[in-house]
């Protein structure tokens, strides 16, 4: 019986995809090319909560926490079966978070579809840091499928390294924000969608997104003159990020792509240093 490799994690929230079976296919295959991955997706946890008909019920003065929904992903990979379970064995042994992120890649293409077929904006993106649970196994293919395993291990999540000044950061700029002393700008919410689907592998959608985030900011920063040289960087590079945003019926060079992710970098730095300078 094949055995195969398996990635699982678990979340907080419903994942979007009604529960079962899905086969993944390399994009661009062909129907009838053999799948690369199967994905199985699970919501567990929360009971319904059941309505009360024409009744309010009273809240209490001090409520339990609510259950949440916890959803299960397992991606496994269907394309390569080890040759027997010492194969499988020592790959486990090795593998670790260069692994997980490859699977979890899968799953965000899987999710993102499914966030356009569904015309839902809403449908929440992975990040490795909001996992609660994330295990790498192995096992019998009908094994795996049902949430079981021959063998299998929990990662722990990388150990939060940051300085306490850069926590403490963002805590007194959303508080300037929240109390009206510090303005939010639009290039701030595009340079994120940007990075989002550039870390997401959506290279052409990150290229236009990139575009209109170049735009915003040379038009939000100009006057200010702490950030004129950032500013004028932007300006040189900002025909290259037009040009580049106007490919949609093909992949990205490797050049395109360094314009892509570059002009992204210089305009992330810009906004750290803006951020830095409201402190």
């Known amino acids: 019986m094949p055995i195969f490799a398996f990635t699982q994690i678990e979340v907080p929230w419903a994942l979007g995809p009604p529960d079962g079976r899905y086969l993944v296919r390399a994009e661009g295959a062909d129907r009838e090319a053999a799948p690369t991955h199967v994905l199985v997706f699970a919501t567990l946890g929360a009971p319904t909560r059941h309505r009360l008909s024409r009744r309010r019920r009273p809240a209490a003065a001090e409520p339990d926490p609510t259950p949440v929904t916890i959803g299960r992903a397992t991606v496994i990979a269907a394309a390569e079966p080890f040759a027997d379970a010492a194969a499988a064995a020592r790959w486990l042994a090795t593998a670790g978070e260069e692994a997980l992120a490859e699977q979890l890649a899968v799953l965000e293409r899987a999710l993102h579809a499914f966030r356009v077929v569904t015309a839902d904006p809403y449908v929440e993106p992975l990040a490795r840091e909001r996992l609660l649970v994330a295990r790498l196994g192995f096992g019998a293919g009908e094994e795996v499928a049902h949430g079981r395993w021959s063998q299998a291990r929990e990662l722990l ?72 040289a950032r500013v004028g960087e932007l300006r040189q590079r900002q025909p290259d990020v037009v040009t580049t945003a106007q490919v949609l019926r093909r992949e990205l060079t490797e050049r395109e792509r360094e314009t892509v992710s570059g002009g992204l970098a210089r305009l992330e730095a810009a906004l750290r240093a803006r951020a830095a300078s409201l402190q």
Not at 173 to 193: I, T, Y
Not at 205 to 228: G, S
């Open 157 to 228: 999540p990388p150990p939060a390294s940051r300085k306490r000044s850069k926590v403490l950061e963002p805590q007194a700029r959303l508080a300037g924000v929240l109390g009206g002393r510090v303005p939010l700008l639009v290039c701030e919410e595009l340079a994120l969608r940007a990075r989002r689907d550039l870390d997401a592998g959506r290279e052409r959608a990150a290229a236009l997104q990139l575009r209109v985030a170049f735009e915003a900011a040379l038009d939000e920063l100009a006057d200010d003159e702490r950030l004129a």
